[in-house]
Every structure is written in structure tokens, then in C-alpha cells.
């Protein structure tokens, strides 16, 4: 297979303090806390589904973090965003309510899709979250209709999708970048390489493992970055988004990562029953986004380990205080099942 990526998909590789010169202080805090509550939030899940208290399926995105949020800076809440399956860290980054989060997770009338979604089935239109579905690819072609629209409403919002490696995998991915590519759509394609489609992983599913190429084959400027760099992620968001505002067309944004956790659920270890490899892991958590950023910050006297422990304190009974709540909510009434169908 042809390692296009290089060093970017290297487990040994980018385990020392991101670059942080020129960044103001109260942002990268922001970023760093955004990416912890995400992180802690998962964790809580992941807990809730090993002790048997969530009933569906969790895809939990821990160690890719970085992306969300370095995205979401360069965001607005008329902006449109779109996720998939693994997508908590996608809504949490543009509203951080891990309670109303925990609700729907628990099918809790209190969630954000009134318990009926899960964890799979995410909205918050307030904040820009258009929704995330389990279907592979499923609101790829969605968010470029709602990149067209916003062209016609004559506005400078754009649209996201994020999409991960294996989606890429599904034809609807490539009618819509060539779609949004001839309607010169204000489209931002955000695709999280994590090497692993379900459990297979890249160079056993295609040619290449640079995603981007798909970008080069429909003309679509593209940017390549270590997506575990908060700091490069939003560098490089930033740098499309105002591209995309100013009328120029979509935009590409591969972000190479790694999940901690198997496809599906809390374990590390196994995904979809296969074993994955122990080193390739450790060497992963080694590349931890926010202890990149957090090392980065303490050198630069930004940040210093107090305050983490006062934020991981602050985070942990927060959390706790949300879940309880969230488990002693409600469930939707019955005939909660008939409202909200559509026909």
C-alpha cells in the first residue's frame, strides 16, 4: 500500500508538546478544557455501558478530541454541522451540556432528542448541530444541501460534514464533494482518518491511506494535519473556513488521529473481535492531544498542573452530579412514540 500519510501515521512518531507560539493564553485554556470535559464525558459513558446502565451501542472517540474542538473554534452557531455514529465529541465541542448528552444516552426525556436517538441520534440545531446518524455516510449529501442553501440565503455560513476513513468508502461521499465542487458550495469536509474502518484497517481496504486524494481528484483544495495538534487543527480550520466564507468553494481537512477504545463500547483491546495491537495503542496514548497541549501550555507558563487538578476535580463532580440527575430523569411517555413521527 502507498504510505502517503508518512510520519503522520506513525504510533512512534508526534509524542512531544504541540507548538503554541503566538497563541493567546485564554484560548488555548479554552481548548484544553473543551477537550478534557469531552474526554471525562466519555469516560462516564464508557463506565455507564460497561456497568450495564446504557441499553444501546456507544462509539466513543477518546483520543480524538483535538478534532472537534480545533474545528469548532473557527465556528459559528449558524454554521451547519453534521456527525455520524461517533459523534459526542462533535456536538459537545459547539455545546458542552454533557447532562443533556447523558439524558439522551439514557433515553431520558430530558436529552437532546428527547431520549429518542441515544447516543447515535444527536441534534441541537441552537448551537449549529444539524444531527448525526449510525448510517455510514448518511448526512454527507445532507450537509451540502444545507451548504447550497445557505448560498442561495445569500449568508457567509458554511457547512460541516464530518466523515471518517472508512466512510470515505460509500459513493455518496464522492457525489457530494462533486457536487459541492460544481456548485462551488460554502462546504468544509472534515475527515478523521483514525486508520480504522469498524475493525480492518486502511491498508487492508485501500490503495493509499491519504484520504485527500479524493479532494485532488475533484479539484477540491485540501489541507493535510496531525489531527491530535489541537493548535494545527485549528490553524488549518481557519485557514479553509475563510476560503469557503469568501465564496471560493468546498474545502478538504484531513485530520490523522487514533480512537483509544475499540469500534464499539469501552474496550481497548478488542474491536469487532479482533485484537488490535497493545504497542500501536500505548504508543497512540502517548500522542494524547491534551497532554500534548497541556505540556506545551506549562512550558509556556500558561497553565500549570494545579489548575488541571483543580479543572479534573471541578469536571469529575460535575459529571457525577449530571449523571445522577440524567438517572434519575424520566423516560418519554408513551404516546411520545407517535409524536414525533413523520410521514
Excluded at 437532546?112 to 441520534?121: A, E, L, R, Y
Excluded at 442561495?152 to 466512510?167: P, R
Excluded at 464533494?177 to 475493525?199: C, R, T, W, Y
Excluded at 485540501?222 to 468553494?249: H, M, S
Aim: hydrophobic share 45%; glycine share 8%.
Amino acid at each position: 500500500m502507498k504510505n502517503e500519510l508518512k510520519e503522520l501515521s506513525n504510533p512512534e512518531k508526534y509524542h512531544e508538546a504541540i507548538l503554541i507560539k503566538g497563541w493567546d493564553a485564554n484560548v488555548l485554556q479554552s481548548l484544553l478544557k473543551s477537550m478534557i470535559l469531552i474526554r471525562k464525558t466519555e469516560q462516564k459513558l464508557a463506565l455507564g455501558r460497561k456497568d450495564g446502565l446504557i441499553g444501546g451501542p456507544v462509539h466513543l472517540g477518546a483520543g480524538q478530541e483535538a478534532i472537534a474542538v480545533g474545528v469548532s473554534q473557527n465556528l459559528r452557531a449558524t454554521d451547519r454541522v453534521f456527525g455520524a455514529h461517533r459523534s459526542h465529541a462533535h456536538l459537545l465541542a459547539l455545546n458542552p451540556d454533557f447532562y443533556k448528552l447523558f439524558a439522551e444516552v439514557l433515553g431520558k426525556e430530558t436529552g437532546f432528542s428527547k431520549g429518542m436517538g441515544g447516543s447515535m441520534h444527536l441534534c441541537d440545531q441552537s448551537s449549529g448541530f444539524y444531527g448525526s446518524v449510525p448510517i455510514v455516510a448518511g448526512t454527507v449529501s445532507l450537509a451540502v444541501g444545507a451548504a447550497m442553501a445557505a448560498k442561495l440565503q445569500k449568508t457567509d455560513d458554511i457547512s460541516v460534514a464530518y466523515i471518517g476513513d472508512g466512510a470515505v468508502e460509500e459513493g455518496v461521499v464522492h457525489e457530494s464533494f462533486n457536487l459541492a465542487k460544481m456548485q462551488k458550495a460554502p462546504m468544509l469536509f472534515v475527515i478523521e482518518n483514525n486508520l480504522f474502518a469498524s475493525h480492518m484497517h486502511i491498508s487492508l481496504r485501500q490503495p493509499s491511506d491519504m484520504v485527500a486524494r479524493f479532494a485532488v481528484a475533484n479539484d477540491i483544495p485540501y489541507q493535510l494535519v496531525d489531527g491530535n495538534d489541537v493548535v494545527a487543527v485549528a490553524k488549518a480550520t481557519k485557514e479553509l473556513v475563510v476560503d469557503i466564507r469568501a465564496g471560493k468553494g468546498p474545502r478538504l481537512l484531513e485530520l490523522v488521529t487514533y480512537r483509544w477504545y475499540g469500534h464499539v463500547d469501552w474496550r481497548d483491546d478488542v474491536d469487532v473481535g479482533v485484537e488490535r495491537s497493545v504497542d500501536d495503542i500505548d504508543n497512540w496514548k502517548a500522542r494524547d492531544p491534551i497532554a500534548r497541549l497541556s505540556k506545551a501550555m506549562i512550558k509556556g507558563n500558561f497553565w500549570d498542573l494545579k489548575q488541571e487538578e483543580i479543572l479534573n476535580n471541578q469536571l469529575n463532580e460535575n459529571i457525577q452530579v449530571a449523571w445522577d440527575k440524567a438517572m434519575n430523569d424520566p423516560y418519554p411517555s408513551m404516546d411520545a412514540t407517535l409524536k414525533y413521527v413523520y410521514a
